[in-house]
Nanobody
Framework: VQLQASGGGLVQAGDSLRLSCAAS????????MGWFRQAPGEEREFVAA???????????YYADSVRGRFIISRDNAKNTVYLQMNRLKPEDTAVYLC?????????????WGQGTQVTVSS
């Protein structure tokens, strides 16, 4: 099982980025999928995830720090989850890690990707 994250980069404050996380090795339609991030010297923190219920991807849920700026979506046919990040701030700078967890909530992650660096300059 692999989760491959991509889409990170160096941008200026106010810009947008779209992260992708492609899963392979199994079907993730019955998994919650989403993103955590970790800045240097900081603990890993939850960013956003999509829940799963009765085989259908449902709503996204977000950390307070990104709600209203980030949008998470998924394409179960492609086993891929996306994170559209808008109005980026320097404090969003971190390594973003995608994760998947069996069930309807992403709490601690059963599977993890390698991460993609996002750097936002002021």
């Amino acid at each position: 099982v692999q989760l491959q994250a991509s889409g990170g980069g160096l941008v200026q404050a106010g810009d947008s980025l779209r992260l992708s996380c492609a899963a392979s090795g199994r079907t993730f339609s019955n998994y919650a999928m989403g993103w955590f991030r970790q800045a240097p010297g900081e603990e890993r923190e939850f960013v956003a995830a999509t829940s799963w219920s009765a085989g259908v991807s449902t709503y996204g849920y977000y950390a307070d720090s990104v709600r209203g700026r980030f949008i998470i979506s998924r394409d179960n046919a492609k086993n891929t989850v996306y994170l559209q990040m808008n109005r980026l701030k320097p404090e969003d700078t971190a390594v973003y890690l995608c994760a998947a967890e069996l069930g309807s909530r992403l709490i601690s992650g059963d599977y993890w990707g390698q991460g993609t660096q996002v750097t936002v300059s002021s």
